[in-house]
Each structure stands twice: as C-alpha cells, then as structure tokens.
C-alpha cells in the first residue's frame, strides 16, 4: 500500500520533472540570449564564433540537442539517461559534480535556518493561539505579518552591520570558514558534519560560528509564516468540535492536549514543504550576502554567465530535492492523518 | 418567519483586526502609491544624475532641524542629502522617493497580468473540465514546480534585463498560483444551488460562469493579490541585488541596498538601510491590507 | 416531584461579538429530576445548544458563562475547579452531540477514543480498556465490535458515529445524559433505532434525559416534559400532554398552529377528469464510476403520474433516488433512459425553443436557501434573473412582478434591494420560492423545501405552499423525507427505496394502510407529534435491520430482502414488479398474493 503510494508518487514526479527538463530546454533557447558572444567576447572573429559554437555543440539543430541532453545518444555525449547533466560552458567541469559540491551547503543553511526556526515558531504559535485576541496573541500576530514580509537579504546586511561592524561579535562575512583556514576533507559536504569527521573541534566552532548570522537570518523571515500557520492551525484545533466535546465528556487535560497538537500539526506538514521548496532558491539572497557558496549563488553565477547546462541542472536538481520533500511530508501527514489515503 | 442569523453555529471569531494596523497599512500603501506617480519629480536632486559629493553621510538628527530651515530660506550652498550621498555621488533621498516608480509599476503590472490571465485560465479550467483542461493544470503544475527566484532570473537575464521583461518574468512565475486558486474555488462554486438554479431556468454555460460563477470565485485571487504584489517587490529587489535585475541608474531599492552592500561591512550603513527601510515598510502595508482583506473574506 | 437532580438558575452565556455582546442564553431556570426526560425546544438560534454545553460549565469559543447556578446533587458546578468538574463530566454528566462524527477526534481510532474516555474515569490495563470499548460498543448494538474498534471516526456511518458516543456517554451510567440534537442528520428509520435504543439503555441504567431537539415529533414520542426556548429564555415549562393540548407562549402556539388546525384531515383528492401534467415513464438514471465499469444505479424505472393541480410526494431516505428523480423532471440530469412527458410533450424531442419555454412553465426550488441564491445579488437582481430570460417586460413592470410575487410569499417588498446576507433560513426559502413562482409557471419540484428550517419556519412555509397550491393551482411534486409535512400537503404520494417506487398511492392509503414492508417500516419509524400515540408505549415490530444495500452491486431479488425476516426464497431471488391494485400500486409479491 505504503510502497505502491510512493511509487505512484515518484514515477509521477518522474514524468514531472522530464516535463520540466524539456520545458527548461526550449526556455532558454527560445529567449534572445547568445550564449556563445558572450564565452568568446563581441569582437571575436567569424572563425573564432563558429569554432565555439561548434564546440558546445549549439550548431546542431535544436532537437539533436535536446536528445544529446535526454541521453539518447550516448555516443555523442552523456546525457539525463546516463546520469550526466553535461559539462559546463564556463569551467569545463561536469555540472553534476559541481552542484554535489555546492548543493550541501544549502542543504545545511536551509535546514539549520528551518529546526531554528521551528523551535522559536511552534512553542510562540501555540501560547499564542491559547489566548486569542490576546495583548501576547496581537503582539505575535503582528511579528509574524511583519516578519514574513521582509527583504531577508537588507536584514542580513542589518546583522552584518551591527553584530560584525559595530559589536565584533560575528565574524567577517566572507563564507563558511575563515579565508585562513584549511577546509575540511569534503567527506559529505557538510561542514559541521566534515568537520567533526576530521576529527577537528576548532573548526566545528568556526564554522558554526560562521552560520550562526545566516541561519538567524533566514530563521527570522522563516519565523513570521510558520508562526502564523501554527498559530492558526492550532486556533482551529483548539475550537473543534472534537476538542470540545473531548472537553465535555470530562478527558484529562493532558489527552484534550494532545488530540488538538496532533490536529494541528497533520495540516502543517504541507506548507513547511513548500516554504523548504521556495527557501532552496530562495536562499541565494542570503547566500550571496555571506558569501557562503551554495547553489542559489552556482545558479547566479551560471545565469549571468549565460551557461545552459549548468542552469538546467540546477533547475532540475532543486526541483527534484522539492519533490522529495513534498513526498516525505505527504507521507508524515498521513502517518498523522489517518484519513489522508494513500 | 425568522431574520436572525443562526447564533448556535455561529463560526469562531478570529481576533478583529486592530483597526488602526489596517490603517497603517492602507496609510503605507497610498504612500507609496503617490510617490509611484509623483516621486521621480519632487526630490532635491535628479535620481539619476550623481554630484560631486561621495559617500556622504546623511546630517545627524541635531543638524537636520538647521539644514531644513537654511534650505527654505535658500541661504545653503546646495540643497540637503537628507539620507546622504553613496560612492558614486547620487542623492540617496531623491532616489529612495523615485524608487516606486520601478518598483511598484513593476509589482503592479506583473501583479495584474497574472492575475487577469491565471483567473481567466482557472475559470476555464474548473468550469469545464475536459482533456484540454487537464493538460492545462499538468503544465501549471510543471510551472509551479519550478524554483521562483531562479527561473525569474534566468528568464530576465536571457530575455535582457528591462523594466518588460522583469514584468513578464514575474507574470510568468505567479501565473499557475492564480490558475490553482480559482480553479479550486470555482469547483466549489459551481456545484453550489444557485449554479443549478440558474441553469434550470434556462442560462446558457457561459452564461453561468461568467454572472454566477466568476464573480463568486474571484475573492481568493484578489486577497491573493496583495500577497503577490508585496513579493513581487521583494523578488524585484532580490533579482537587483544579485545583479540579474533592472540597471543601473534606474532608482530601484534592490539595486541601492546592493550598491551599499559592500561598504557596509566598513561602517557605511546609510546607502543600504534606507532603501531597505522602504522595502520592508511597502511590503508590510501590503501584508497588512491582504490580511485585513482575508479576515473579511472569512467573516463572510 | 422529587428533589431535582439539576437545578439551573438565571444561566446565562454571552459571546463578544465586534458588535457588542452577543447573549444567546439570558436567564434560563429549570430542574431536572431523577429519571426523567425532558425535552428543550426551540428555533435554531434560540440558545438551546449553547445552554445544554453550559451545564457542563463549557461554551463553545470564543464564548463565556456570564452568570448563574447549575447545582447539580446540591453542588454548584460553575464554581468547581478544573479538575473537579473535569471529574463530573462524562462520569455524571454524559452528553451526545449533533453531527458525531464531527465529535469524534479524526486522528484516533474508535476504540482508543472510548478506551480514553473510560480511563478518563476508571483505572484498567490496557486489555482490559480494549475489552471494555468492545463491550460498550455491543451493548448499543453495533454489530462487529471487535472489528470497529479499529475504526476512525471517517470510516463510520452517522448512525454508527452516534452509538458510539452513547456508548461512551452511558458506559458510567450517568445520573443525566444530555443528548443535544441527537439524531439530525440521521434517515427516519436509523432515528428511530438510535432513539428507541437510546431510551431502552437509559431505562435499564435509571438516568435522567436533557433531549434537545427542533423536531416535535421526538418530544411527543420520547419526553416527559418540554421545556420551550425562545430568544434565549425558557417561555415554557410543561408535562408533553399538556404542552401539546394547551400550549400557552405565543410563539409555543405558532409552533404547534398547524398540527391543531389541521388535525387529522387528509387534503382533498384533486377532480378525478384533471388532465395529466407531467408524466414519467420507465424513467431510469444511472451514473458512472471513475475508472470503473460499474454504475450507481440512482433512478430505476421510475413510473410517476402528476396531475394538474396536484400535489405528489416522493418520500424515502437518503440514497433512495428522489432527489434525481425531480433533477430528471426539470432536466438538470438527463436521464439514461425513459421518457418525460409534459403536457403531452416529449421532452427529449423538445426543439431548443421549446425547451427554453419549458424552462420557464417547469421551476424547482432546493433544499437549502442559503446555497440557492447568489450572495452576490440583490433580492430584486435574484427575483429578475428568469424574467429577464423569459419575459418581455421593461426592468419597471419586471420590478413590479417582483414586488408582487413578494407579497404572494408574504415578504415585504422592502427586501428588494437586500442582499441575502443576513436573512434567516425561512425567508431565503421564501425568496426562492418566489423566484420559482415568478413566470407563473405550471409545474414545481419543491427538493426538500423545509428540511433545514426550524420548526416555526417550516410550519408557516408548509401553510404558505398549501395556500399557493389551493390559490395558483400549480402541481407539486414534493419531495421529502419528511411524511408529516407530505401527509399535510400532498394528494397521492410515491415510496422510493433503492432508486425504486416501492409503493403509491393517495396519502390516506399508503399513511393509514402501508403494505409494502419499507412503507410499513418508514412510517412506524416516522415519529408523529402527537403524545397520545408514543411510541415507547407502543414497542413496533417493522422495524428493519441492517443497512441498505450499495447501489452498485443490487441484490438479485427484492432489494429490501436482506433487512427483514419478512422475507423468503421467491423475494432473494426474484425481482419485484409494482403491480396496480385498487387504485395503488405495491412492489411485492406476497403483498400481492396477500401473504403479509
């Protein structure tokens, strides 16, 4: 039954994502770009042009591309089929390995910035919705339309400002570790984690030290709508009727808890996989402004650098991390649920 | 006969919104909506012209009450940086007024054409539901899955970065939020009585979704609205602030946030923290007046 | 009387509201005493839910309990701490609530739910809570226990959801079971054997009833005592006979006006030479399963003969198929099969013109108000919208017909240019009528016209559709699952059970004399206002048992077969045929054969 969802769920996905490549594909080739100008400069010669072209392979006709880039002509080049997402234009390198090694770092950023987030959001949504209408209950609600609607990136520079500039407590924006220290051995990509696998607590502490302003950053815009959901969530639980008569046929406070805390998290579990979605590119801005190095500024740099493969694969790679996500919480929810069939 | 509202199912109240918040927020909102119109024109200084003073910081409070009066009476060598001056000389308070113009034309528009489009399609979509409509919810589905700030960049930095192609970039990654909101509310809608009503006496199917249905779903859209407006603002800034959006010297806040941003770690705050004032207040207004707007809907 | 178990003084309940405070309930004052059963009635709004919470110290958020007593064995409920009332409710006080299923927490399964509910009161291990689930589910007669323990709350039937609260509410043997509209929602015969039980459980445990209720057909049939509520105050305190022979509060007298007027009179036969007006022949309906081969058989076969100027009432429960039998007759569904003839007519050869004029001759009006006018719309835009389709007048003289059939429906014309927000359920249903009636049309389906309104309402819209019936002459096809109102109102009347008519014939016949074993059934199970005849007086044999067979996969035979011990070999095996006989028709043979 369990297996036979997810199934369904992924080769949907599947197909989605096949769409969503091909749709990428056509995209931007169909927009007035030229790629190739810009690797080799406007004042380049005819033969220099033709040269490059013919080099990425833009001087066979469209759907010969899309092929090669599906991988159905393995001959040619690896393609989607043979796990491949091409090479880049600008380095050379396979995209694949280069979105492995940027892809952790915002994995972590945006998790961290996401169980942060949760511990402050849930407890402050709840007492929040035990008294509604409130003086605490206006004060939140009002923190969580204001935080919610906030240039993250401005208030990232606000926390660089004052806690780097002004106290010295943070330490320089300039990435995940100090420029004088030597990475860790990029075991999993994962700093905290690399770290302690190279056994080197001092550069655990720095890196955390390092994250602490980001994760706070992201944490503070992603406070104001999982506030608000839970907030309202838990508000509807609180006033059902299966929490009221629970109440009226005299259960223990502690059981009418729990039945309206398990009825108010059931309906969270989609909203927190969109919002993870929208963070993993949205997490460039604060990516950017800490200098961290993670796929939100890999795409940036791929975008502006007009590099075609290396924008379709991490267009589809963070579409397939949101995909996952989404299944995963569907599959909590209904663990919670029982009536979400699957 | 009776005219009383049923009380014994009376829905929970939410708290009322205080009123003097949606006040705010409607205040903000004007605000900045006047300055779209008149800003470029009132400020000291050209916002797009740079002078010769860089980096300036702006007067401190106990200066400002002298400048303002020196300045009416004309006796000051050059009008006041009330906000200051960035490294490249342009007046940050004359720019900051200006902004809206970009900024807000840009939400408003991309706003408006999504919104227009996505109605029209979900009304489609949910009314009649055939093979054509199917596959018009897969592909919105395809374009939902999409990550939001990367394919408007790529789709602005390969069309070219123009104020249009922000628009349509935007217009294009807000469509299917609007296909799936009214399509939703209009497949409830139309199984409702008056919908059935209506067709027993005689209505054609256009008819019916355009007088009955349409109308009756369109609430959801336009809270949807002031959502989508204050995020196109953040997503505009956002597009500037990593070099994929409007070009310099248009006033628009991302890009002057951007411009400070890297002398603020050197203590130079004033060039980012105004703009991004700007930002955080316009956005708030709109959260607040969606919000206000929201709670009227469930009220009924 | 005894010393009462429960005294309430001046209760009284306020909701903040933006504009002001709300106070459904003022200042009630009742007792109840030991064993006893009293009935609190009243409009929907009058306060009668919200006082019965209020007993148990509770109001429904963002709700408070501004003031007054509950003594309850001489102590003053609203004054304990948490967890001394905590400890009363559900162990001294059970409560059941409307719509259960709503009640029950979604997230649990059935038996865990009752097991909380017992351990809220009791200690036990875990088998032993598990046991104790089973055996209360038994004992309000749910077959299977062992297997709906396993159950949610959404995999249950509305019937099944309410035995299991009463399980819950009678496992501790409470000295006062409140039972706040317990049975709507539910079909006639499902209400009958939760009510029946309901009253044998608390015989056998000795407690006292607080039953709320909007229908006076339970008060008559199950209480003792009425209390009435009206505007949030109790405005009459009587033993049931009385109640019924002289009530006293003005608005008690409207409620029960029709019932005294009317009495037992049956409504006069229409002429024996009135043409035929809407005939339906064969008339069948099947809808499609999504990735399925199968169908729902809703309408099968249906025979229906309407003459002009007469009323004919389709009655059944739910799933029974009436509801698309009236959608078929104004061609909201097309049928799979079967003709309709209007005046002759075939409609299915209507050209476009003709069918537009049907659309006009043919109106329907449905079962809830609220949902059957745009909120968008003024009344006078609402009351416009056919005339404007089918009428050449100019928007004055289309005004003024609006204003008129106002009148005609008793409603001020100063509602015209109202929006529906705010007007109560009576006069929506008002509203639609005159919509309905607007183009003077020949023919009207009335879909449960009175079945969401509260008592008041609804007699006065049942005299209002009698008047316009004697004065316009339209013919009526109403359907309802409602036989006091149809045995009122109608002229002949048609059974339907499993998308079948099982029986027809005049009201007198089928109501007087039922044959067929569902009408028998339907109408034992009917519960009439009328305390003379109670039913727990007079314990009924046709009760049926089991639930209704899937309309998917029919039985072979007598759809009814598997419910009864009526049954024999030739009626599992054989399909039944309705057979005319003396001016009524029956589906069943050994009714035919004159076996039963």
Redesign the interface.
Known sequence: MLLKYVLRRMSIGLV?LL??SI??FF??RL???DPVSRLVGMNASKEAYAQAQAQLGLDRPVLTQLLIYLGFQPDVAPGLLQGSLGVSWVTGSQVTAEIAAYLPVTLELVTLSFLFAFAVAVPVGMLSALR??GRA??GV??YS??A????E???G??F??VF??KLGWAP??LGRLSPMTTPPPATTGFILIDTLLAGQPAKFVEAAHHLLLPVLNLAFVLSGPIIKMVRQNM??AL?SDFVLYANSIGLPRKVVARYALRAAMAPSMTLIGILY??M???A??VE??FSLGGI?QY??RS??A?DYPA?QG??LV??AI??VVYLLLDLIHAAIDPRIAY | ??????????P?????P?DW?FRIGLAIVITVTILAVIGPYIGPYDPTLTTVRVAQPPPSLLELPGLLKGWVAGTLEYPPHLMGTDVSGYDIFSRVIAAPRTDLMIALTANFLSLVVGVFLGLIAGYFRNFATELLM??S???Q???????A???V????RSTSNIIIALAFVYIPIYIRLTRAEVLSQKS???V????????SEIAIALR?VL??SLTPALIQSSVTI?FAI?LT??LS????GVRPPTPEW?LM?ST??NT????E?WP??FP?IA??LT??G???LG?ALERRYED? | MAEPILKVRDLAVG????AGL?Q?VKAVSFDIAAREVVGLVG???S????TALALLGLA???GKIMGGTVQFEGRDLLTLSDDEIRAIRGRDIGIIVQNPRAALNPMLKIGRQIGNAYEAHNQGSTAEVRAQAIEMLRMVGINDPERRVESFAHELSGGMAQRALIAMALSSRPKLLIADEPTSGLDVTIQAQFLDQMWQTVQSTGSAILLVTQELGVIANYCDRVLVMHEGRIVEDAPVRQFFAAPQHPYSQDVLRLYREKGSDYPPQVAAGAPVLMQAQGLTKNFPIRHSPKVVHAVDQVALTIRRGEAVGLVGESGSGKTTVGRCL???VDPTDGAILFDGADLSRLSSSA??AY??RV??V???PF??????WTIAQILD??LR??SPDDPAARRKRAAEVLALV?LPDALLDRRP???????LQ?I?IA?ALILRPDFMVLDEPTSVL?P??RN?LIALLARLQAELGISFLFISHDLTTVRFLCQRVAVMYLGQIVEEGTVEQVFASPQHPYSRALLSAHLFPDPTHRRVDHPEAAALQGEIPSPIDLPKGCYLASRGGFANYTCRTTPQMLTQQGGRAVRCHRVVAGEI
């Open positions: 989605q769409g969503l749709t990428v995209l931007i927009l007035p770009a509604p209408g209950d206006k609600f009002l339309l204001f919610g609607s906030q240039p990136f401005w208030w520079l606000l660089v400002y780097f500039f320089a924006p508000l509807r006033q979605g929208f993993l590119s949205g460039v801005l950017t402004v939100g795409a940036v975008v502006l007009f924008i991490v267009v963070i579409t949101s995909l | 006969m009776s005219a009383l509202p049923d009380i014994e199912a009376l929970a109240l939410p708290p009322k205080a918040l897969r592909v589905d395809v374009m899955s999409f990550p939001v700030f990367i394919s960049m790529v789709l930095t390969l069309a070219g409702r009585g008056f059935e009503a209506a067709r027993a006496m005689g209505n009955h109308p009756n204050g953040l800034a956002g602030f990593v070099g994929a991302g946030i400070g941003a603020i770690i050197l203590g705050w980012s923290v991004g930002i955080s956005v708030f709109f959260a607040v919000n009924g | 909701y903040p509201t933006p709300l459904p409009d929907a709004g306060g009668k839910s919200t429904r958020a963002p104004v061609r909201l069918m537009r659309r006009s109106q329907i449905f079962q809830d949902d059957s006018v745009n909120p968008r919208e056919p389709l089918h008793n927000k705010g007007l109560g359920a009576g006069a008002r639609n919509r509260a008041r309402a006065a």
